[in-house]
């Protein structure tokens, strides 16, 4: 249930980055994350009846694993050099956020005096809050949530700036050069497909890997 899940909100990311490019990508986990949020809420004024209760907690769990599966379709995005750091601290995080939350709104603290319903419900309220820094997030070349994109701004500019002259000089830099070029989809599909017509290049055709692989060349 819990692969399916996450598998469900990886996919979500993906059509979300197909279409929409990065701005779609961070929608989907948005919409996931806060949706698990509001659902929290609702799991802690459920308690009438023993099935609506089982029935709102299984609804509950599957956004918030969709929401961990769209979070990781956003992650290979934000450094190539230091993804493995990235995706350590995201996955980092998520363990000390919910050490946080237990020992705020469920560990015996008489300091609360906090029921297990009221605890479901302040939880869903700092998930929702949570989300919402999401629109915080701005890639130069992709934009935000809420933000346009610098059209002066490119890919390289930005998985580029993790390498310093020494290292592209030994040409340490052709993965995050490569990966640059192949994550312009980001930018959209009209965008995306705009740019394939400027370099000649039919979107999805075998010539596709020419402008990367001469982009490469010329640079190192």
């Not at 509950?60 to 929401?67: C, E, G, L, R």
């Not at 052709?174 to 290049?201: D, H, Q, T």
């Amino acid at each position: 249930m819990n692969l399916f899940c996450r598998s469900a909100g990886g996919l979500a990311s993906d059509l979300g980055g197909k279409y929409f490019g990065m701005r779609g990508r961070l929608w989907a986990y948005f919409i996931l994350q806060l949706c698990a949020g509001a659902l929290s809420i609702v799991l802690g004024n459920v308690d009438d009846t023993l099935g609506g209760t089982i029935a709102v907690m299984i609804v509950f769990s599957a956004f918030v694993q969709s929401a961990e599966g769209a979070c990781y379709g956003v992650v290979p995005f934000v450094s190539r050099r230091s993804y493995g750091v990235v995706a350590g601290m995201v996955g980092a995080g998520g363990n000390t956020g919910s050490a946080v939350t237990q020992a705020l709104f469920f560990a015996d603290n008489p300091g609360l005096k906090m029921s297990t319903q009221d605890g479901l419900v302040w939880m869903g309220v700092m998930i929702m809050a949570v989300t919402c820094t999401l629109c915080s997030l701005h890639w130069p070349a992709w934009g935000g949530m809420l933000t346009p994109a610098n059209p002066s701004a490119t890919e390289e500019d930005y998985y580029l700036s993790d390498w310093d002259p020494e290292e592209v000089a030994a040409n340490l830099h052709i993965p995050s050069l490569r990966f640059a070029m192949e994550s312009k989809s980001m930018r959209g599909k009209a965008n995306y497909a705009k740019y394939m017509a400027e370099n000649s290049v039919k979107e999805g055709s075998e010539d596709s890997d020419v402008v990367i692989a001469k982009d490469i060349k010329t640079d190192s």
